[in-house]
C-alpha cells in the first residue's frame, strides 16, 4: 500500500464507529501524516473515547508542528484520563511548548495523583527551566517514589536562584512536614547552620526520625552551648535507633557525663550500640570502663558493639587494657578483632607501659602473620612499637605470605644510615624489588626512598638495582610505576649530607 493509500485509510478510520480503530488510525497519522491533518488530531482531542484523546496528543507530537498543540496539549494535560495527560505532557515537551498556559498545566500536574504524570511535568518544567508551582514543587520532596522527590530535588537546586524557589526551601526548612522537611535539611548548605539554628534545634524534637536525623547532622559541627544542652535533652528522650546513633556519633563534648545515661541505655542495640560504646570510652570514668568491660564479654551482643568497646577501652588507656584486649586477638569474629585492633592501636600511640610493650609486640607480632583478614590493621597497631622489630624483621625474610612480608618491610624505618640494623634493611629492601607480589616491591621502593631522603645510597655495585627500578617504571601497578619513577629522580639529584657506610 503507497503512502497516499495509507494516509486515505487512516483518515477513513479515523471516524469509525470503534473507539480502537480511530485510535490506531490517529496514530498512523502521527507517523505518516503531515500538517495538513493537524485538523483531524485536534478535532480528535475531544472524542468521548480517552484512548483516542491519547493517541490524538501522542500523534500531535509525532507531528512536530509545535502550532498544533499550543492550545489543545494544555487542554488535554487537565483531561480526567491519567495515559491522556501522560500522553500530553509528553507531546508538549517533545514539540518544546512554552507560555504561560503549559507552565500553569505543567505546574498543575505536580500534585497529580498519577506518579508517572508527576514525573512527566517535571521533567516538562526541566525542560523549560521553570519551577512552576514553588510550593507544589518543594513539596514533592515528601513524594513516597524516588523518582519524583529526587527530580524535584533536581528541579530545585536548577532554580535555586529563583527568590520564590529559595523563600519556599527556608519556609519548609522551618516549617515543613516529614520527608519534605528532612529532604530539604539534607540539602541545605552548611554555613546555612547558623542562620537556621533555631529551626534545626527545633528539628530535633520533630515526630519525623528523618527530620531529627538532618538536624542532626546540621548541628553536628556547631560547638555552642545551646546546641550541646537541647543535643543531650533529645538524646535523653529519643527512642528511634537510626536517630539515637546519630545523636551519640556527635555529641560534641564527648566528655559530657549527660551522655553516660543514654550511652548505656542503646549500649545492647545493634544500630545505636557500636556510638554508644564510643562514647562511654571517651567518658573515660569507672562507671563507663565498667559497662564497656562487661559489654566486651558479653557474647549475646552484637559483635559491631563488642568491636566498638574494645576500641573505646584502647581510648581509655585504663591499667587492665591491655589484658582485656590481648587474648581477644584470638575471637573467631572478624569484627570483634578488628575492633581489638583498632583498641590496641590507641593504645601503642598514647604509649604503653614499661611491663606492657614485649607482651603486646610479642602478639601483634604473632596475629601479624596468622590473621589474613586483618593484616594491615595488625600492621597499624604494629607502627611504632620498637621491642616489634626483630619479629617484624624475621617476617619480612620468611613470611610465606606477600601481604605479610609487605607489612612487615612498611614497619621498617629505613631513615637511620648510621644505624646497623636499618643498614640490614637495606638489603631487604633491595631483595624486595624482585618478588613477585607487587605489595612488596612496592614497599621495598616506599623504604628505599625512606633511605635516600634520610642521605643514604645505593651501596657500590648496585647497578642492578637501579637496572631494576628502571623496569618497575613500567610495571602494570601504577603506584609502583609512580614510586619507582620517583625513587630514580632522588637518586639521580643525589643523597643528602649523610654518606651510606657499605652494606
Not at 186 to 213: F, H, K, M, N, T
Request: a neutral charge; charged letters at 25%; hydrophobic letters at 45%.
Amino acid at each position: 500500500m503507497g503512502a497516499d493509500h495509507q494516509i486515505a485509510f487512516f483518515l477513513r478510520e479515523s471516524t469509525a464507529t470503534a473507539p480502537e480503530r480511530r485510535a490506531a488510525a490517529l496514530k498512523g497519522l502521527g507517523r505518516r501524516g503531515g500538517a495538513e491533518h493537524v485538523p483531524v488530531l485536534v478535532e480528535a482531542a475531544a472524542d468521548p473515547a480517552p484512548e483516542v484523546r491519547a493517541a490524538a496528543a501522542r500523534s500531535l507530537g509525532r507531528l512536530g508542528i509545535p502550532r498544533a498543540g499550543r492550545e489543545v496539549l494544555p487542554r488535554l494535560m487537565r483531561d480526567a484520563d491519567p495515559d491522556v495527560r501522560r500522553r500530553a505532557c509528553v507531546a508538549a515537551t517533545r514539540l518544546a511548548l512554552d507560555g504561560p498556559a503549559v507552565v500553569e498545566a505543567f505546574a498543575r500536574l505536580l500534585s497529580d495523583p498519577d506518579r508517572h504524570v508527576r514525573i512527566l511535568a517535571l521533567e516538562g518544567l526541566a525542560a523549560l527551566g521553570v519551577p512552576g508551582d514553588v510550593t507544589a514543587l518543594t513539596a514533592l520532596l515528601g513524594d513516597p517514589d524516588s523518582a519524583v522527590w529526587g527530580r524535584a530535588g533536581t528541579l530545585l537546586h536548577a532554580c535555586k536562584d529563583d527568590p520564590d524557589v529559595r523563600a519556599e526551601v527556608i519556609r519548609t526548612a522551618r516549617e515543613g512536614r516529614g520527608a519534605a522537611r528532612a529532604r530539604v535539611l539534607e540539602r541545605l548548605p552548611r554555613q546555612c547552620a547558623e542562620r537556621l539554628l533555631d529551626a534545626l534545634l527545633d528539628g530535633l524534637g520533630d515526630p519525623s526520625p528523618e527530620v531529627r536525623i538532618e538536624a542532626a547532622w546540621r548541628l553536628c559541627h556547631l560547638e555552642l552551648r545551646q546546641v550541646q544542652d537541647t543535643w543531650a535533652a533529645a538524646l535523653r528522650g529519643e527512642r528511634d535507633p537510626r536517630v539515637a546513633a546519630v545523636l551519640l556519633r556527635f555529641p560534641g563534648d564527648r566528655a559530657d557525663e549527660r551522655l553516660s545515661g543514654p550511652a548505656v541505655r542503646w549500649l545492647r542495640d545493634p544500630v545505636a550500640g557500636p556510638h554508644a560504646a564510643q562514647v562511654l570510652g571517651a567518658l573515660d570514668t569507672g562507671p563507663a570502663a565498667t559497662h564497656l568491660r562487661t559489654a566486651l564479654t558479653d557474647a549475646t551482643l552484637p559483635a559491631a558493639t563488642r568491636a566498638a568497646c574494645a576500641t573505646g577501652i584502647g581510648a581509655g588507656g585504663r591499667w587492665d587494657a591491655v589484658w582485656l584486649l590481648l587474648p581477644l586477638l584470638d575471637d573467631p569474629d572478624d569484627d570483634v578483632r578488628a575492633g581489638v585492633l583498632g583498641g590496641l592501636e590507641l593504645l601503642v600511640e598514647n604509649g604503653l607501659r614499661p611491663w606492657e610493650r614485649h607482651p603486646v609486640a610479642w602478639a601483634l607480632s604473632a596475629h601479624l602473620e596468622t590473621d589474613a583478614r586483618h593484616t594491615w590493621r595488625t600492621r597499624d597497631a604494629l607502627w611504632g612499637l620498637a621491642q616489634a622489630l626483630p619479629a617484624v624483621r624475621r617476617l619480612a625474610d620468611t613470611a610465606p605470605s606477600g601481604e605479610v612480608r609487605a607489612a612487615a618491610l612498611s614497619l621498617l624505618d629505613g631513615d637511620d644510615p648510621a644505624d646497623a640494623d636499618t643498614r640490614h634493611d637495606l638489603r631487604r629492601f633491595l631483595r624486595g624489588l624482585d618478588d613477585p607480589h607487587e605489595p612488596v616491591r612496592y614497599e621495598a621502593v616506599s623504604g628505599l626512598r625512606r633511605w635516600v631522603d634520610a642521605g643514604g645510597a645505593l651501596p657500590a655495585g648496585a647497578d642492578a638495582a637501579r637496572e631494576r627500578l628502571r623496569a618497575l617504571t613500567a610495571d602494570a601497578s601504577p603506584r609502583l610505576r609512580e614510586a619507582a619513577t620517583g625513587l630514580l629522580a632522588a637518586l639521580h639529584r643525589g643523597p643528602g649530607t649523610a654518606s651510606s657506610p657499605p652494606v
